[in-house]
């Protein structure tokens, strides 16, 4: 046997990069049964609001922190208010375009069915309350910040949670190329 000299073409390149896994079923349960979770917390906490505080009360919790019955005809925060048809509209097509990323490239990370899974949760939670009500329930307050829900809570987590995942996913690569993200070592990116 002859030992082989030198290097190959080949072994010369840079490993590619490989191709984003698409969901398989275990990925789907996680994120359908994240996305029922924070439908089933957010909507029980909104009846629960709904039933037991009449709209604008107050309670205090503690010092800084009250639960206030409001109702939010706009988005986060009260952006765009009155404006349901394009507040449902780019809610709608923001939750299509997750699940169709999700489908393609949902087992790149595990923590990708969970924090798609917040996401699309709170925000269908919300446009289920926009398109039957005209409104989202909102209830937390924390001093000098705008009035939330339970849903606004797990699409922040969600997105947080994504940005991790992301973050894990580039220093993977980067470790692996030996350098720094997006390109081999010594190329800018």
Same mark, same amino acid.
């Given at each position: 046997?002859?030992? #082989?000299?030198?290097? /190959?073409?080949?072994?010369?390149?840079?490993? &590619?990069?490989?191709?984003?896994? #698409? #969901?398989?079923?275990?990925?789907?349960?996680?994120?359908?049964?994240?996305?029922?979770? %924070?439908?089933?917390?957010?909507?029980?906490?909104?009846?629960?609001?709904?039933?037991?505080?009449?709209? $604008?009360? +107050?309670?205090? %919790?503690?010092?800084?922190?009250?639960?206030?019955?409001?109702?939010? +005809?706009?988005?986060?925060?009260? !952006?765009?208010?009155?404006?349901?048809? &394009?507040?449902?509209?780019? +809610?709608?097509?923001?939750?299509?375009?997750?699940? #169709?990323?999700?489908?393609?490239? /949902?087992? *790149?990370? %595990?923590?990708?069915?969970?924090?798609?899974?917040?996401? !699309?949760? $709170?925000?269908?939670?919300?446009?289920?309350? *926009? !398109?039957?009500?005209?409104?989202?329930?909102?209830? !937390?307050?924390?001093?000098?910040?705008?009035?939330?829900?339970?849903? =606004?809570?797990?699409?922040?987590?969600?997105?947080?949670?994504?940005?991790?995942?992301?973050? *894990?996913? =580039?220093?993977?690569?980067?470790?692996?190329?030996?350098?720094?993200?997006?390109?081999?070592?010594?190329?800018?990116?």
């Amino acid at each position: 046997m002859q030992a #082989a000299r030198g290097t /190959g073409l080949i072994e010369q390149l840079p490993p &590619v990069e490989p191709p984003p896994r #698409a #969901a398989g079923s275990l990925q789907w349960a996680g994120l359908l049964a994240v996305v029922a979770a %924070v439908i089933a917390a957010d909507q029980l906490t909104k009846r629960l609001i709904v039933r037991e505080l009449s709209l $604008g009360e +107050t309670h205090r %919790v503690v010092p800084g922190v009250d639960i206030t019955h409001l109702r939010n +005809t706009g988005i986060a925060f009260g !952006i765009f208010p009155g404006r349901l048809e &394009v507040v449902s509209l780019l +809610t709608a097509l923001a939750v299509v375009w997750m699940l #169709a990323h999700f489908a393609k490239s /949902g087992s *790149r990370h %595990v923590l990708f069915p969970v924090a798609l899974g917040f996401l !699309i949760g $709170g925000s269908v939670s919300n446009l289920f309350d *926009r !398109i039957t009500n005209g409104y989202v329930t909102d209830f !937390i307050h924390v001093s000098h910040w705008p009035t939330f829900n339970l849903a =606004d809570c797990f699409i922040v987590v969600g997105v947080v949670l994504l940005l991790v995942g992301l973050g *894990r996913l =580039d220093h993977g690569a980067s470790a692996e190329h030996g350098g720094p993200p997006g390109g081999p070592p010594g190329e800018l990116a």
